[in-house]
């Protein structure tokens, strides 16, 4: 028999405010423990919380590029369990009146449009982190009360691929809205998925069972995989799945169980009675909706008809500085046709430059018009493609112009085909017996020829050119 | 230097304008209030805590800027005392339980700062029912306070600490937290004005929680015209508090002349029924004369839905209390009964804390609270006690607009011996009949003084208002303070 598995994620996705989402306290990462608190993160008594304005445009911001609809009003609830980590005893979320509801997120696998349809986006404050050393276990309270939306999908995924899609999807469009700062590495984007399997075709869901604890984009697919192979197991060798929350580790590739429906906690959901109910007035909404930037789907699209792959134009979407970059350049450049050659650079020797340097595209030297004249030299004849990639190493570490250092280092391409032709009788009468084999049949040597070519001219002949000319005067 | 006992029975407003004018410095009264309370409060029990050197420093310091001819606050010099339900930076903050026994609060709450910037002097911390819960103040994790009037009967409670310090000459006033009746019902019974305002008016943040969506802060004086003093500082909105209501403060003591001519005075039936004491009734009765006498319309009005509200006060109070104490686990601060050691030791140390640091009363509470909010219930109680909630409003929002004012006894009972209630929950609870409707409806309320039983023990007329309405409240009683002349004078006690 075959299986289908049936797939459905929360996301709770970090919002990228200056201060916590119930109090003034700041959000820094990587800070002293316990230094960015105030009495509200700290949970002491008598303190209250305060909303975050912020934290509700961004999160309106989140719903209408989803598609969602706005609660005009909604609530927050307080959801309660014991732990450390929890400074109240109960986490500030929403529950039967989320923020924002029926939305979908969009993205393309293997060039195929695929869409996940959304159950709900709500707020809700992150909880702390413990910290265990040996027998003791230390609590540090830095991330507790940093916003958080909670993305929970309708269990519209089938495999695990579409599930990391999903993950790089949303990751694409929480950038391009510049709601989080979208670092996986700083857990600002956590998942976790509700998985199950059933015959292909049927219509029935099976028992389900909640991964959690997977959070970059490679673990949800390993993750997932991996339980949808151990449901399978246990179906197809008689037994049933039971179900469960269990946690993935990442370290042993493998998954496991952390309580079951039995042991499942009662939240004790109800309004939180601090906070009155959540407003949302229309004039913000439209005015969110008006302020909304290209969306990664459309944009994606948009380079994709510029001539680029489709993975390389969500590439480039999913960081929008990188994306605004292309733009740019190719607005500078002039001709949409250079296009993909812009995007060759950038995602090629750009990317790998700034990668050496552990740098972002914000404090590269290259301004987009300069990478744009770069290409413009190239398609101009002026320099060849592998000396234009020894011009934009220069460029990258002193910002200057590629004129400028092709003029001061003499890189410009000797695309004179007399003084090429010089040069090429030169390096054919130094070879007697290569150009002899070669006009005996060994027509591969013909590399070697401009090779040495290249050698004599340092690079600099038109390569297109000699390989004419090299053809031309072995044939005779 | 003025007499002892004559110092401590000067009302606040008194107080502050002998200190105003130089003719009494700050330091004296506070020393002469100090005195009192180590004499009296022995046989009492309504400090937790006493701060004396805390108290002569700002003193000092209050005497020094007056005397260089600074203008400072309307209640500069004025010593006060805090219930210990406020957190009060570097003071040791209990809510009367052993869970929060050695916590001393990094901050001050808003209405904590807003007395120090009035200029009022806090003298120490005053006990309560563990954390609101009670009506006898018998439910302190510490000690029970005694009624100054008659020590073998209790302060009433939750905010029998400040009730009794007022009546005692302990303090010039007190705050109190008013959750079901925790600041009218103890005014009652220990013989002093009492006012919850309207929910929202005065900032929750600093106040810690027993139910957040019934807690309100106010004063406990011995005169009409102190509790509108302090409620000119206390009211107002705090940015840090999500429940507060952002609209101006009158200055309630304009308005204390004004009598009640022209105002109607609604008499709820259903609070004037049989249970009542008789000896209340009459004291109330009374009342409603002097007030008639003096130009009020007094008329009936129904409140249909009054049968409900203890049931449903007894649904949103322990849920919200069930949630809000939530946070002492033993983790951060308060108490912490070390865990065992194996697997199982965190859920060992939150069940060990918790079992330790909570009363029998507060106990009862959570799992009331824990049981109506669990899964799959929730419609069944809680959002039928807010249906329920809605209505008691809608009662009040229908009579208000026959009537100014509702009135009513306080409490059915004049202060009840120590010890007779405590083994019976239900009618301890049933010591709030009349008072939270009002927290329910979110409205103001007052409690005034309104003679004595023939044990010469207190007896408070309740008088409910508009939303936003404390001036009315405040105008009627002070007509009425004014009008009865009942004579003033605190409780010696020995």
Known sequence: MSWEAVIGLEVHVQLSTQSKAFSASATRFGQRPNSQTDPTVLGLPGALPVFNRDALEKAVCLGLATGCTIRRVSRFARKHYFYPDLPKGYQISQYDEPLCEHGAIEFFLDGEPHKVRLTRIHLEEDAGKNVHTGSVSLVDLNRAGIPLCEVVSEPDIRNAEEAAEYMRALHRLVRTLDICAGNMEQGHLRCDANVSIRPTGASELGTRTELKNINSFRFVQRAIDHEIARQIRIVEGGGQVVQETRLWDADAGASASMRSKEEAEDYRYFPDPDLPPLVVADELVDRIRGELPELPVQRSQRFAALGLGLDDACTLVAEPALADYFDAAVTAHGDGAAAKTIANWMLGELQSQLNRDDSTIAACKVTPAQLADLVKLIDGGTISGKIAKKVFIDMFASGDDADAIIERKGLKQISDPGAIEAVVAEVLAANRGQVADYRGGKTGLLGFFVGQVMKKTRGQANPKLVNEILRKLLAE | ?494
């Not at chain 2, 304008?17 to 309504?46: N, Q, W």
């Not at chain 2, 819960?133 to 100054?148: D, I, L, T, V």
């Not at chain 2, 013989?191 to 106010?218: E, H, M, N, W």
């Open chain 2, 1 to 494: 230097m003025a007499d002892l006992s004559e110092l401590v029975s000067l009302s606040a407003a008194e107080a502050a304008r002998k200190i105003a004018v130089r003719e009494l410095s700050a330091t004296e009264l506070c020393k002469a209030y100090l005195e009192r309370i180590f004499e009296v409060d022995p046989h009492l029990g309504a400090y937790l805590t006493v701060t004396p050197d805390r108290v002569i420093k700002r003193a000092t310091d209050i005497d020094i800027a007056l005397d260089r001819g600074e203008t400072l606050g309307p209640l500069a010099g004025v010593p006060i005392g805090l219930k210990d339900i406020f957190v009060t930076h570097g003071v040791v903050t209990t809510a009367g339980s052993k869970i929060l026994e050695h916590w001393t609060p990094p901050y001050d709450g808003t209405a904590v700062e807003r007395m120090n910037n009035a200029g009022a002097i806090a003298l120490g911390k005053l006990n309560m029912d563990e954390f609101a819960m009670g009506s006898s103040n018998e439910n302190s994790a510490f000690k029970p306070c005694r009624n100054p009037w008659d020590t073998t009967r209790v302060a009433g409670g939750s905010s029998g600490g400040s009730a009794a310090a007022v009546a005692a000459g302990l303090c010039a006033v007190a705050l109190g937290t008013d959750t079901g009746g925790s600041i009218r019902q103890p005014a009652a019974m220990c013989g002093c004005v009492g006012i919850k305002p309207t929910y929202g008016r005065v900032s929750r943040y600093g106040v810690i929680a027993f139910a957040s969506s019934l807690d309100q802060v106010g004063p406990l004086t011995r005169t009409v015209e102190d509790a509108a003093l302090v409620l000119e500082s206390l009211c107002g909105f705090d940015p840090l508090d999500s429940t507060s209501v952002n609209r101006p403060v009158p200055r309630y003591r304009d308005v204390l002349d004004k009598g009640v001519a022209g105002l109607t005075i609604g008499l709820p039936k259903e609070y004037f029924v049989d249970g009542t004491d008789p000896e209340v009734r009459a004291a109330v009765d009374a009342a409603v004369e002097v007030l008639r006498g003096a130009g009020a319309d007094v008329t009936e009005v129904s409140l249909p839905h009054t049968e409900h509200a203890l049931a449903a006060y007894y649904i949103i109070a322990p849920a919200e209390a069930s949630s809000n104490l939530a946070r002492y686990d033993g983790v951060r601060y308060g108490l912490r009964v070390p865990e065992g050691s194996g697997d199982a030791s965190l859920l060992d140390m939150y069940r060990r804390t918790r079992g330790a640091g909570f009363g029998t009363e507060v106990k009862r509470r959570i799992m009331l609270g824990t049981y109506a909010l669990r899964s799959g219930y929730y419609d069944a109680y809680y959002r039928k006690a807010q249906q329920v909630r809605a209505l008691i409003k809608r009662d009040f929002d229908n009579a208000f607009e026959r009537v100014d004012v509702i009135l009513s006894p306080t409490s059915p009972t004049p202060a009840f011996t120590l010890g007779d209630k405590t083994d019976d929950p239900m009618a301890m609870y049933l010591a709030d009949v009349f008072t939270l409707s009002c927290n329910l409806a979110g409205l103001p309320g007052m409690s005034v003084p309104c003679g004595r039983t023939s044990a010469g023990l207190p007896i408070g007329l309740q008088l409910l208002g508009k939303p936003l309405d404390e001036a009315t409240l405040l105008q009627v009683a002070a007509c009425y303070e004014r009008e009865a002349a009942w004579p003033r004078a605190i409780a010696e006690v020995v």
